[in-house]
């Protein structure tokens, strides 16, 4: 099919091509995630369709999904054609996608190995801007009680509370935890401060007869667990 100018509006177009006749007609899987993004943006304008308009931010974002949902209102109101209105139903879209696969991820339950513990705090930290800790509290099965998070922070760091941990602990009658936060910048490797709060932390759950199980560090797409570098 022949590509279509960037101006020639979507109303315009064969009923088959406009991204909510399509959804209705083929399914949503049919639908490109620029046209996903061109039914939340509504409409494009004189000069560039909704789509278009679409596949530029998505461009922007290195046509990654992860990288999209990193995106502020701020940032999104930079793209002629998107106010603050599109900007917001764009943000809270990808919001909900993430809380999703949090919800699907928490399902699972059980903790079996580092890699399950990436897995299930990943949609909660691995997108963010900014530094956020959690805790996952497990009983005697290693099954999830409960998470909670504990601090959010800007880039550089964060701020834990050790008895906010320990009480949440004890209200749940969790026996583990472990301990998540992530690192924005994208490294991996752990800061003496992350040291320290690890230590901090398994002392003070130790006195409790409650077991930090392991502590693990969060990017985008890998992560560093402090059980399996015997940090612990």
């Known amino acids: ?28 899987m049919a639908l490109s995630d620029a046209e996903l993004i ?69 399902q699972r339950k059980k903790i079996a190995s580092s890699a399950s513990a990436f897995e299930l705090v990943r949609p909660m930290l691995g997108d963010l801007p900014h530094e956020e800790f959690w805790v996952v509290h497990l009983n005697n099965a290693n099954k999830v009680l409960g998470t909670q998070q504990l601090s959010k922070g800007g880039i550089t760091g964060t701020i834990v509370d050790t008895r906010l941990v320990m ?9 583990g935890l472990i301990l998540a936060h992530n690192h924005p910048s994208g490294t991996l490797k752990p800061s003496a401060a992350d040291k320290q709060l690890t230590q901090k932390m398994r002392a003070a759950a130790q006195s409790l007869d409650i077991k930090v199980l392991d502590h693990i560090i969060v990017t985008q797409n890998d992560y560093f667990s402090f059980a399996d570098e015997n940090l612990l």
């Open 167 to 175: 009480k949440r602990a004890i209200e749940l009658n969790a026996v």
């Open 1 to 28: 099919m022949q590509e279509k100018p960037t101006h020639f509006p979507i109303k315009n177009w064969s009923e088959d091509d406009r991204p909510r006749e399509k959804l209705l007609q083929k399914g949503k």
């Open 38 to 106: 061109a039914i939340l943006i509504g409409s494009g304008s004189r000069d560039e369709s909704a789509v278009a308009l679409g596949q530029r931010i998505l461009a922007f974002a290195s046509n990654s999904l992860n990288e999209l949902g990193r995106l502020s209102v701020e940032d999104l109101m930079k793209f002629k054609g998107v106010g603050e209105a599109k900007a917001i139903t764009i943000v809270a879209a990808l919001e909900l996608g993430r809380r999703r696969r949090a919800e699907a991820a928490l």
